[in-house]
């Protein structure tokens, strides 16, 4: 099989929707198909020469919308050498023109919406979702409704999506989500890391690994923090990831005023080797996200056996929970709270029970082979 996958950007830092490309397509790969990519990113973009996959990138691309010029004559030219196409994302000029190739040509394609009808968003934004209410008849839900499949990695998803807009009509389908987890020698990785930021050695930490972005709730993590600190100073907080809208400077002022700026270690976004090594030397992995349609680094974690304390806002909780591989709480300063204070006063031996179910949660619901059998069969089908 053939598959096209349409994107806006391949950039590593855009967040989940490219990393999951990337994870499905080696799977895919590696079991004989072919996987290309077409996105609106510049040719001369560099992470380009670091993409795994046949890219073809037809920026420019103009505003926050995305619109490119090359993507429609693109598609008119090349889809029907594909045997599957699947857009992802929503809200994108690429959406857009790809629904309207495709139903012209009578096409069949699937879209993934990657959490993006969550009703967080209408909650969060109230003037964007009415602009995007605006947009919603004649733009996005044409998309939605005509689509073969909408894909969705969970049922939590699912649901969800169907709280945002009116009318909604959608051919759901639940498929499995992962990743291709931890690979290369762990000791080695966290040598590495711990080598690179050597004021970590011989402490414990929380790691939240994620964009810096407000939807992740950060500011609440270093408020909780700074509250837990003074009653147990025993761990040190390490912040990794992009900081796409310039938040972090604020984040640190705030460390400041709280007190707690020389126990947080920003580092940066992380790749390689230095992320898995980060993984394996934290004590436990936190992401108290106040929306998360699936959370590949929670799944990164639990394939390095490691912890995971999540809001109930992150979609596959409930999987977490009932596999006993970490602490879930509500998206509210309160949740947070009682996700350090869980974590603080519980037992070794029964941190040693969670490190267990992580890897077992993680091989038994997530690995990434299973992932892309499961796209498989709804596109074979």
Not at 156 to 178: I, T
Not at 203 to 208: A, D, G, H, I, T
Not at 241 to 263: F, H, M, R, Y
Request: with cysteine; proline share 5%; hydrophobic share 40%.
């Amino acid at each position: 099989m053939k598959i096209l996958h349409v994107i806006s950007s391949v950039n590593p830092e855009s967040g989940g929707p490219i990393e999951a490309v990337r994870q499905l397509s080696d799977a895919m790969v590696r079991q004989g198909h072919g996987v290309e990519i077409v996105s609106l990113d510049l040719p001369s973009a560099s992470y380009l020469a670091d993409f795994p996959f046949t890219v073809y990138p037809l920026g420019p691309k103009l505003g926050i919308y995305g619109y490119c010029k090359n993507l429609k004559p693109w598609l008119k030219a090349n889809v029907s050498d594909y045997d599957a196409v699947i857009i992802h994302g929503l809200w994108q000029y690429h959406s857009f023109a790809a629904h309207s190739v495709l139903n012209q040509l009578r096409k069949p394609y699937y879209l993934f919406s990657h959490g993006m009808l969550d009703p967080w968003f209408k909650r969060q934004y109230p003037l964007k979702h009415l602009k995007k209410y605006l947009y919603w008849l004649w733009g996005e839900y044409p998309v939605i409704r005509d689509a073969k499949k909408v894909l969705f990695t969970c049922e939590e998803e699912k649901v969800l999506a169907r709280q945002s807009f009116r009318p909604y009509k959608a051919n759901e389908q639940v498929v499995n989500f992962g990743t291709a987890g931890h690979t290369g020698d762990l000791a080695e990785q966290r040598a590495l890391f711990l080598n690179r930021f050597p004021r970590l050695e011989n402490k414990k930490f929380l790691l939240y690994l994620s964009r810096i972005h407000p939807k992740k709730g950060l500011d609440m993590l270093i408020e909780s923090y700074a509250s837990s600190h003074r009653e147990n100073p025993a761990f040190e907080l390490v912040i990794a990831g992009p900081d796409q809208i310039g938040w972090q400077k604020s984040l640190e002022q705030q460390a400041v005023e709280l007190g707690v700026a020389d126990n947080i270690t920003w580092t940066g976004m992380l790749s390689g080797d230095l992320k898995w090594g980060a993984y394996a030397a934290a004590d436990a992995f936190i992401l108290p996200s106040h929306q998360e349609n699936f959370g590949i680094v929670v799944a990164e974690s639990l394939s390095c056996g490691l912890p995971v304390l999540i809001s109930n806002k992150v979609n596959i909780w409930y999987e977490i929970d009932q596999d006993g591989a970490g602490l879930v709480a509500d998206d509210t300063l309160s949740g947070c709270n009682q996700l350090l204070a869980g974590w603080s006063s519980m037992a070794e031996s029964d941190k040693a029970a969670l490190r267990a179910n992580a890897r077992r949660c993680f091989m038994e619901r997530f690995e990434i082979n299973k992932a892309a059998n499961s796209l498989l069969d709804v596109l074979s089908g």
